[in-house]
């Protein structure tokens, strides 16, 4: 299989920042005296639209309430923002590809401004063909994210791999016709992942690079 996209997810993918969303969720919680979801129920979640996570993650959360949760979980995910890096490798990753010509794309549960924010923040702006967040469009596992992206940038399914660490990625995947990728340094476990019956499972930035690079140099052609 040659590919000629490579699409993204940003929390758990490229960006360590697991454990902050896992923290601003269960900060929030706390600060609304509402009970405070495990970190495994926490980080399921990940991946989603912030309004479909919460909601998910915390059953107990009205409507009512919902603007005062977002405000504080805008507030402990913020306060953690200098902790926040790419995984090790990542600059090198979307390089290599995109010296091949391979198309790159991300498609997150964030919204625009979040991640407009981290781009800018990270300097990975540039390296993105294109960019589909959860408040443009269908949340994941709905295919639109996908299917807007496929479209945008004029590449066949057949040619297109989605690399997550969530199976909210993976069954995106399924559902738009494409190749997945896991990677379990995010959200998901091993098990959870290959559930969706992607590809492959890979445990480090240095192993989906070979894996990806291994996969693309027809493309470049």
């Not at 979801?37 to 993650?57: N, Q, T, Y």
């Not at 964030?110 to 702006?125: D, E, I």
């Not at 190749?179 to 590809?199: D, I, M, N, R």
């Not at 070979?210 to 052609?221: H, I, M, V």
Request: hydrophobic share 45%.
């Amino acid at each position: 299989m040659s590919y000629s996209l490579v699409v993204f997810d940003w929390d758990g993918t490229l960006m360590d920042s697991t454990h902050s969303i896992v923290a601003a969720i269960q900060g929030a919680c706390r600060d609304l005296e509402l009970p405070v979801p495990s970190a495994s129920d926490a980080s399921w979640v990940i991946g989603l639209s912030l309004e479909s996570a919460l909601r998910r993650a915390v059953p107990q959360l009205t409507q009512a309430m919902l603007p005062r949760f977002l405000e504080r979980y805008r507030t402990h995910y913020l306060l953690r923002d200098p902790e926040l890096r790419l995984f090790d490798g990542i600059p090198e990753l979307l390089t290599a590809l995109a010296e091949r010509d391979v198309r790159l794309a991300v498609a997150t549960g964030k919204s625009r401004v979040g991640l407009t924010r981290a781009l800018a923040a990270t300097g990975l702006g540039p390296m993105f063909d294109a960019t589909r967040t959860a408040d443009e469009t269908f949340s994941k596992p709905h295919p639109a994210m996908l299917h807007e992206l496929m479209s945008e940038l004029d590449v066949d399914p057949a040619r297109v791999v989605m690399v997550g660490d969530t199976s909210h990625d993976m069954q995106m995947a399924t559902n738009a016709g494409v190749h997945g990728l896991g990677v379990t340094y995010g959200a998901h476990t091993l098990k959870e992942l290959e559930g969706c019956g992607p590809q492959a499972v890979l445990d480090s930035v240095p192993l989906v690079r070979d894996w990806l690079l291994s996969r693309t140099l027809a493309a470049a052609a």
